[in-house]
């Protein structure tokens, strides 16, 4: 049903496009309320516009905090136009109908990313913007509710051609706008409620579609990317160069190839498959660091995604455009880079301008039946001197290094994980297994394979070091490390068989220390 509009109300912080919007209003011969600002704005433009203050009989006070919180202005929002007693009350009370609200609400999302400053982010905590679009979005039946100016030109086109606007699209604003007010509400109470040292009592999940996707894991599944407002650098807030859209898989492991590298400080490259790395490097360049985690399982990078915690440059440009590759991620690129890509339409190129800080904490959401986990991002860091050295043979400072360079990667590995790592490359991956023997054999046989392969003499975990993200709850892991020439091995500890174990390295000259930290990542 078209629902004619009369009168409007337009008070908006992003004033993009409300000018022309506007201009299409009163030609069709609507009035216009207007506040502050926007009122300002509409007269430059040469409209006509009445005050809200004039409406009310009641002038902004309190720097503007007050001025649309009044029963002429919610009356003429929620009043139900096909219901007498609201009616009589209107007429009751001299309140006339307010067919139209045009409001978007105070940058509260837009000043947390460029400050701190408490009593500035108070400020731009909004109130009467969230009042008055609920109200009518919560009587779109008769009202037309406008809180992104992506709108203006739907409802434009419709009160042009129909003099008002259709059940069905007023029903799809006042969606939106539910929307719009949970997420805004969602990431004030978010970060106040980011100085408790627990997770607070309610938790909100809120987000803003960036784009729909084609489909999720399987073409049978619907999904979509939404940005929930953080700026952290990554695949969701990059700049995509060129390529095909990333599918949802694509996200998925680009987001994982990314935080992977954002962990070491030496120039490193990451090859991603499925969320799990098949081959990491850190080297003095980053195109020798390219060539020893393609040469890590060249076989796995084959269509996979690769990422860099360096720039992009032409050499390395060349060197990934020699295979298939689904995407590249990294802070930036040069020009020459950029034009090398461009021989690859079908290569995404992301460039996201930073790299994510591993050592920041944040939410992170899992979705269960009749509900959602939530935890902290896992930002757990270890150095040399939290290392505890549990065996006879102390670890030599180049195998403390590879063990280092092991943990880290082994945190960003599906559990259950075992990674060999022989001078910052990792020589065999084991992931996602039932058993840690398993995942240590399914390494080795990768390092074997991969030894045969390139034509090396040993497999590379042949002197390596090996890292578990978990204890052994038996010793039969580390014998099979041991059996395939690692020196040494880095593991959380806390078995009730740590004794065993312990054992178990000494009686084959392993050395091995003990993190006290877990880095499960089912």
């Known amino acids: 049903m078209i629902r004619p509009i009369r009168r409007a109300l337009l008070s908006v912080s992003d004033k993009t496009g409300l000018a022309a919007f506007a201009a299409t209003l009163a030609a069709a011969g609507i009035e216009l309320l207007s506040t502050g600002g926007t009122a300002k704005m509409l007269r430059e433009a040469g409209l006509d516009v009445t005050d809200v203050s004039a409406v009310t009989g009641f002038p902004e006070i309190m720097d503007g905090r007050v001025k649309t919180l009044h029963p002429k202005i919610h009356g003429g929002l929620l009043a139900r136009r096909d219901n007498d007693a609201d009616l009589a009350a209107m007429k009751a009370e001299s ?49 037309t509710v406008i809180c992104d100016p992506a709108d203006y030109e739907v409802a434009g086109s419709e009160i042009i051609t129909h003099g008002g606007t259709s059940l069905a699209l007023r029903q799809k604003l006042a969606m ?16 106040m409620a980011s100085d408790e040292a627990n997770l607070p009592k309610s938790a909100s999940l809120a987000g803003t579609r960036v784009n729909a996707l084609r489909y999720g894991e399987n073409p049978h599944q619907q999904a979509a990317l939404y940005s929930h407002g953080d700026d952290r650098p990554g695949v969701t807030n990059a700049r995509q160069l060129q390529g095909k859209p990333l599918s949802y898989n694509n996200i998925n492991d680009t987001n994982a190839a990314f935080e992977l590298v954002a962990e070491f400080d030496a120039p490193t490259v990451a090859i991603i498959k499925h969320a799990n790395p098949c081959g990491v490097a850190s080297a003095g360049s980053m195109t020798d660091a390219w060539q020893h985690a393609l040469a890590a399982d060249p076989v796995s990078a084959f269509g996979g ?14 060197a990934i455009t020699s295979i298939f590759t689904e995407v590249v991620i990294a802070p930036d690129a040069s020009d020459a880079a950029i034009a090398v890509m461009q021989a690859k339409p079908n290569l995404r190129l992301l460039l996201t ?25 896992d930002n757990g860091i270890i150095t040399r001197n939290d290392l505890k050295i549990v065996t006879r043979r102390i670890p030599s400072d180049a195998e403390i290094d590879d063990m280092l360079f092991a943990w880290k990667v082994t945190k960003h590995v599906k559990s259950n994980a075992i990674v060999f790592v022989k001078d910052a490359i990792t020589a065999g991956v ?3 297994q039932m058993s840690r023997i398993d995942s240590a054999r399914i390494a080795v046989q990768k390092a074997a394979d991969m030894a045969k392969l390139n034509g090396w003499d040993t497999p590379r975990t042949t002197g390596s070091v090996a890292a578990s993200d978990a204890f052994f709850p038996f010793a039969d892991g580390l014998e099979a490390i041991a059996k395939a020439g690692s020196t040494a091995i880095i593991q959380p500890g806390g078995s009730m068989k740590d ?10 000259g392993l050395a091995m220390v003990f993190t006290g930290m877990r880095h499960f990542n089912h």
Do not use: C
């Open 95 to 143: 309140i006339d109908n307010i067919d139209l609200l045009v409001v978007n609400l105070y940058p509260f999302e837009a000043t947390l990313k460029r400050t701190d400053d408490r009593s500035e982010l108070i400020e731009n905590i909004d109130i009467g913007g969230p009042a008055m679009i609920r109200a009518a979005a919560k009587n779109h039946d008769f009202v």
């Open 176 to 191: 939106t706008a539910f929307a719009r007010t949970a997420a805004y509400d969602s990431a004030i109470a978010n970060w």
């Open 305 to 318: 995604i690769v990422a860099l915690n360096r720039p992009l440059d032409e050499a390395l440009a060349h």
């Open 353 to 377: 301008g930073a790299m994510p800080d591993p050592a920041v904490s944040a939410p992170v959401f899992k979705s269960v039946a009749g509900g959602f986990l939530v935890q902290t991002r």
């Open 430 to 432: 084991g992931a996602g």
């Open 499 to 508: 004794d065993e174990v312990i054992a178990a390295a000494d009686e084959v």
